[in-house]
């Protein structure tokens, strides 16, 4: 576990914060290349990047923030305290995220879909912020027997507040989730938008992480909230049914069959 | 030097905004369209999508600009999404620096686009749709909860330690949070990063002399272990204790499960607090 990287005098680099930095410079650099290469980067877009900057802080820390809501309002602290403390999220990141760029771009009239051009750098972005999870976090994960389980430290294992894991090996779950996104983004870099209609490809890639992300909480260790399911599985469910009718509804209306265009008229001659 | 295609412009009109350029792209390829004549239809359609040849070097000119304020925007954003002791006491602050951010952001967009990259009914609804979000949600919360508690810093302004003979013998201190309710004698101490020979959260809530006490220990090979005062604890707050200084003995604090559920654990010690 290196929870710190370096100490420049009276700065601290912490693992999980450079790596959340490159995780966010790498995303931006992919996302303003793309809409660079397609002539679409304006002004708007820089607002709307804010805005989903924005939005994917907040919604990190108050999707699961209600877990601590108790404790909080024991402890008599204000409840900024859940914004500058609570739990994180990367669920709520990306709910927060996807929140403020449509309220962004109602705000500023802005019609053009701009989800595909995050498609690729979101999950650019999470893979290379996982590794810092990884590298300062502990592997975190459930009891495992097979060959790729993980085991730490017991000095490592004694800094981290809950492990139910860490007396033995087990599951390396944030390895599953680099695995994934790297993977997504290797699809998604090399093969362009997966489907016709603008947007669609950041949805199904959000329904894909949404279903791989509520497996891997089984194997995650994180603590049962309520009807067996840990607090991301509950936000999750909501979220993806959202995105299940999105795309049940795109099928039925046929939505993925791109119109026919008017052929040629011919201009007299043969070749 | 390409023919010009009514036809073509009139698809990508109707459909360009649906569907993905490599769709329609393909689409008119198939149809049997010249693929240099798609390729300047499609560069002509974005390029009427977006600002004029004239803005658009003007945009090129503020560009670093643009960098530098999404930068400071990844910046302060990390900070707000960091580790806990970056951030401890410094959250107004950098809630300003970002506000002053977005500003700076609305303010230059609208410099450089003008009325047509930014109208002003766009600048308008960008203001105004932050603000009523934030007072329809603070005013929520400000009914729901009675306050903000606005004035109470989130730093901490105290140390504690806790001392266990039971379930083991667990000795850690840490920073607390020390709070004096604003009439009465009731308080409430909190320290949720103690640490020692395992890590610890204690929240104590005084009331009318009663202790209402709620201890979390972690040690990473014995997992975590909840306690709580039920009907068969005893818990004393020693005489002269208040929000600046004291201790509460305690003896068979009930272990709370998995579900919240009591458990055969019990705990027994001292936990003691020292405030500005």
Redesign the interface.
Known sequence: MVTVLAELGPITV?T??LF??LG??AG?ALYYRALRR???????I??I??AA??G??LG??LITSWEILD?V?????????V???GP?SIIG?LAGGYLAIF??K????Y???TG?YYAAAIPLALAIGRVGCFLSELPLGTPSSLPWAMTVS?E?????????G??GPMHPSMLYEIGFHAGAFALIATR??L????GD?LKLYLLAYGIFRFGVEFVRGN??QALGLTGPQLVLIPLTAVLVVHFVRRLASGAYR????????LTGGTS | MTDRRPDVDAYLREHGNRYTPDALRAALIDAGHDPAAVDAAMAEWRARQTATTGERSRFRRFNWLFHAVVLAAVVALVAITSRDNIMRGVWPIVAILLAVVLLIGVAVSGLIGGRLLLPRAGLAWALAVPLASALLIGGTCYAITGGFGVGNSPAPNGTATLHLEQPGQIDVSGPAFCRAAEAGSDYSIHADQMSGNASATVGLDAHAGAPDLFISISSGRAGSSQFSVGPRSTATIAAGSGPSQGHVDFDSLEGVGENGEPSAETAAGTFTWTCE
Not at chain 1, 106 to 109: C, E, Q, S, T, W
Not at chain 1, 258 to 265: F, L
């Open positions: 912490y999980h914060d959340t930095l966010f410079g931006l397609d002539g679409v980067l304006d002004s708007r820089v607002l990047s804010l900057l924005l994917g802080a990190a820390r404790d309002n024991q402890a008599g602290l204000p409840l900024t305290y914004l500058t403390h994180r990141g309220l962004a109602r705000a500023l009239g019609t053009l879909s595909d017991p490592a294992a004694a800094a981290f507040p809950r492990c139910p860490c007396s362009g938008p489907l016709p209609v603008r490809t603590e049962v791109v119109p026919t265009p008017p052929r040629p008229a």
